[in-house]
Every structure is written in structure tokens, then in C-alpha cells.
């Protein structure tokens, strides 16, 4: 069955700072793969997604995540973390072609100032 | 901007008393989805509308039911809310299968 782990629930970075969110998922064809944010109270917004091709995949508001197969990894990074990036990191497999997706139980980023 | 609108963004029913959430889409996707989100957890898939083609996860209570009259309209049923069913509902929608587009969800609370 296919699955997602987040390894980290919570995370504090400073406003500034580089920050890196982890991915691991467990699928048995190639996965199709993606990034979620929600901020309190709102839906999810879709940050990037990877279905094949360049491993390294640009998305929305700077970020960028890269798939490395061997390890069964799909992290997430930001060069330069912003107050306004606080929310709620969510990545997700999509299983049976795509049609379902499997969540990872998220990972909630704090910025310090 | 074409998006998906989820009405009302906050609904407060009684317990035992039917209500129904509603999700447009102006994406022209063919697939709907509706997912319950409970506090500090990941969105459970309820069921999801391929075309007209329902289809219902095997865990999703019966209380639980959904319409969708036509591409750009779904709506979820919830004929006797219990506590148990106080949660946000995201509706979603995808172009065969490629990536999912969220509302900015429905907050349900059972008195």
C-alpha cells in the first residue's frame, strides 16, 4: 500500500534561513508526487508536483523539491524562508494513476523573527 | 480567476439535522473530489466524481452522500451530522487525475 512520512511534525527556522522539509513515500510504480501548503483555516494550495522528467521541480513562492528515487525521497526547500511561509506543509503521493491522493500527516513550519 | 468556490465558508448545524456543502469550479476538471479534515490531520478522501461516475471509499460512513447535477457543481450530503462529523470539508478537482486544485474549504460545526 502506498504510504507518506513526514519524519518532522513540528519545525522552527528564523526568517532568513534556508529551510528544507522532509518526504519519504513507499509506492511500487513511479509516483506521481506533490507538495501542499495550508495556512489556518484555508484549503490547500498545490506548491509543485512531479510526475516525470527533470527530478529537481520548481513551484510557487520560491520553493523547489527534488526527487531522488533511490531514496525513496521527495523534499521540500526554500533558500530564503519568509514570516508569511508559517503554515502547514502537507506532501502527497498519488496512487492508482493519480486518482487518490495519500497525505503524509504534514508538517507545521514556524518562522522566528 | 477560475478556481474552486466552496459555499459557506463556515456552517453550523444541529445535531441530527440534515446539511449540505457546496463546490463549483470554474477549471472545467472532470474530476471532484470531497475530503474531510479533522484537527491537526491530514484530509481523508470521502469519495470522489469521475465524470458522472461515483466513487465511494470503502471507510466513508453512509451518513455521507454526494451529488454532483453537472461538471461544474458537487455537493455533499450529511443526512444526521453527529459531533463525530465537526471537522472542515475540502472539496478538490483535477484534470484526470493530474495534481489536485483545493477550495478554501467549509468549516462544520454540530451543535
Known amino acids: 500500500a502506498q504510504s507518506v512520512t513526514q519524519p518532522d511534525i513540528h519545525i522552527t527556522v528564523s526568517e532568513g534561513a534556508s529551510l528544507e522539509l522532509r518526504c519519504n513515500y513507499s509506492y511500487g510504480a513511479t509516483p506521481y508526487l506533490f507538495w501542499y501548503v495550508q495556512s489556518p483555516g484555508q484549503g490547500l494550495q498545490l506548491l509543485l508536483k512531479y510526475f516525470s522528467g527533470d527530478t529537481l521541480v520548481q513551484g510557487i513562492k520560491g520553493f523547489e523539491a527534488e526527487f531522488k528515487r533511490s531514496q525513496s525521497s521527495f523534499n521540500l526547500r526554500k533558500p530564503s524562508v519568509h514570516w508569511s511561509d508559517a503554515a502547514e506543509y502537507f506532501c502527497?503521493?498519488?496512487?492508482?494513476?493519480?486518482?487518490?491522493?495519500?497525505f503524509g500527516a504534514g508538517t507545521i513550519l514556524r518562522v522566528k523573527s | 480567476d477560475a478556481m474552486v468556490i466552496q459555499n459557506p465558508r463556515y456552517q453550523v448545524t444541529q445535531f441530527g439535522k440534515p446539511v449540505t456543502l457546496s463546490c463549483s469550479q470554474t477549471l472545467n476538471h472532470n474530476v471532484m473530489y470531497w475530503y474531510q479534515q479533522k484537527s491537526s490531520q491530514a484530509p481523508k478522501l470521502l469519495f470522489h466524481?469521475?465524470?458522472?461516475?461515483?466513487?465511494n471509499e470503502a471507510d466513508t460512513p453512509d451518513n455521507f452522500q454526494s451529488r454532483r447535477p453537472n461538471t461544474s457543481f458537487c455537493f455533499l450530503d450529511i443526512r444526521s451530522p453527529g459531533l463525530g462529523d465537526a471537522a472542515m470539508y475540502l472539496c478538490?478537482?483535477?484534470?484526470?487525475?493530474?495534481?489536485?486544485?483545493f477550495g478554501a474549504g467549509t468549516r462544520l460545526s454540530v451543535l
Open positions: 502527497a503521493v498519488g496512487a492508482e494513476h493519480g486518482n487518490k491522493l495519500v
Open positions: 478538490a478537482t483535477s484534470r484526470d487525475f493530474r495534481g489536485q486544485y
Open positions: 466524481y469521475y465524470d458522472k461516475d461515483f466513487n
